[in-house]
């Protein structure tokens, strides 16, 4: 019972921790970890919430270039369930490889029920995708379903993936994190 | 009362959970930055203290200034090459290349690049000043490129060379002579860019451009200043993918290309 009533008394805590966290300012301290890479997000409204945070309207620029716009970008930190969402994200100057030009959303989510996974989540110019990333095995793997034109808007970008059956593509890499 | 108690008992651990979080929470909040860093905050301000009048701000009446015309020495600019002029009505942009980073700039009337400020645009030269001397830039001339260009698309999937564009963009006055374009306005607002010349054996007129049509949005920017248009240019080498919309015939169609 005791053991039981400080599990609760530590979850009850990590809440508090996220609720009474300055989580604007924590995203000032980011804004300028991610300037001194060039990268900035500038005339963005910052909307705080006791376990969520919106960034709307942000305009993101590298090496002075405008890289895009993104509508809205929620993070959800409620411990079992933690969700990064991306909204209405228009690319510009689009120099990667795997980001098609409008993503209309993108949900990145991980779960402590499967704590060893990122889960990705998406609907975009290039069709709908969903992945996982394991984080132990350092692996993202992603599937596609193409959108009708995707095909011949991103034929460069579809090189990078496998055809599988029923025109299904994927993509598989290591990516080394830690 | 014992309920009462117990209940506190139960709670106090909670209530002291929670004061401490809001703890953390506010010493965490003395290493924080207070403000957003937005890129605009980088610009320094342009107020020039040294012009600001004290009887005029306090309403006593100048006297009359002689005005001294001094002819200027003019100095050679010779840290940056200008790569293309495009003047019209309202003042024109230029596109100059540093030497020594090798980063083109578009610059408008009265924007500076390292401390030049350009002032004055002219048909084969332009004029900066820095630290009260005035420098001349002239325009910078290369090859005919035109041959190669054309060989370089193919017609057929619409994919473009970088290298092509890339080309264009390191010789900017070859543009002009293969499409000449005006701006299009409405209530005062430039709305798009008309093609008023096109060769249609040129890169453009392979691309799909014809005399007449309006270019409205690129990669679903509007176009609004010519700036903006040579900027878009300017950075073709970050785009793996155009979707150029123009108006034709008082519709909207899409030009999309692949940049390899």
Known sequence: ?178 | MKKILSYIKILSPFVIVALFAKLIGVVLLMFLPYTSLEKDTFVPPSIDFRNYKLDKALGFSPGKEKVVKIKEKMYDLKDLVLKAIYKDNHGGVVIVVDIKTKDATVLSKGESIRGYKLIEIYPKYVIFSKNKKRYTLKLYDNSNIQDTVIKEIQKDNLVVSKKVLMKYATNFNSIWRNISIEDVKKDKKIIGFKVTYIRQKSVFGKLGLKKGDIIIRVNSQPITNYAQAFKIYNNIKYYDYLEVTVLRNGKEKDLDYEIQ
Do not use: W
């Open chain 1, 1 to 178: 019972m005791k053991i039981l009533r400080y599990i609760a008394l530590f979850i009850f805590f990590i809440y508090c921790i996220i609720a009474f966290a300055p989580k604007t300012n924590i995203y000032y301290k980011l804004e300028r970890v991610l300037s001194k890479n060039n990268l900035y997000i500038s005339h963005e409204k910052i909307v705080q919430n006791l376990f969520s945070f919106d960034i709307k309207n942000s305009e993101i620029s590298y090496e002075n270039i405008n890289i895009g716009k993104i509508g809205n970008i929620h993070f959800d930190f409620l411990i079992f369930s933690n969700h990064l969402k991306f909204k209405d994200a228009n690319l510009v100057a689009n120099n990667f490889k795997l980001i098609p030009k409008s993503i209309d959303n993108l949900d990145i989510s991980y779960n402590v029920f499967s704590p060893t996974k990122i889960i990705i989540c998406s609907k975009n110019d290039l069709g709908v995708v969903s992945g996982t990333f394991d984080l132990i095995k350092q692996h993202l793997s992603i599937t596609l379903k193409p959108a009708k034109n995707a095909r011949v808007k991103y034929s460069a970008m579809l090189r990078n993936f496998k055809i599988q059956k029923k025109g299904i593509y994927t993509y598989e890499k290591n990516i080394k994190l830690y």
